[in-house]
């Protein structure tokens, strides 16, 4: 089992920054590629980033691209997401997920095992 508790999240004006946090326990934080997922009201949970357990490799949704860096401390035990120029559709509950497979970054929601409680951003015009 991983358990993930996210954090960071609140309210900001159009073109601020925020930095969102995931800390992970229980199985070797390393051995897990991570992503970061978000889900509007009233819309489907969609893909935002994503980072192989070195580091190494990442993915963005094209909607983030340019605006959104995930990183990883795994000294910490620690996934991050900076969001920056947010815009008020990023709005939305922004949930960490820990894929077994180490190598890959991946967009797929189903190959994430463990899925932390979310962290709400909102984002106001």
């Known amino acids: 089992q991983v358990q993930l508790v996210e954090s960071g999240g609140g309210l900001v004006q159009a073109g601020g920054s925020l930095r969102l946090s995931c800390a992970a326990s229980g199985r070797t934080f390393s051995n897990y590629a991570m992503g970061w997922f978000r889900q509007a009201p009233g819309r489907e949970r969609m893909f935002v980033a994503a980072?192989?357990?070195?580091?190494?490799?990442?993915e963005y949704a094209d909607s983030v691209k340019g605006r959104f860096t995930i990183s990883r401390d795994n000294a910490k035990n620690t996934v991050y997401l900076q969001m920056m120029y947010l815009k008020p559709d990023d709005t939305a509950a922004y949930y960490c997920a820990a894929d077994p497979i180490p190598w890959r970054a991946t967009n797929v929601e189903s190959r994430y095992d463990y899925w932390g409680q979310g962290t709400q951003v909102t984002v106001s015009s």
């Open positions: 980072i192989s357990a070195s580091g190494s490799s990442t």
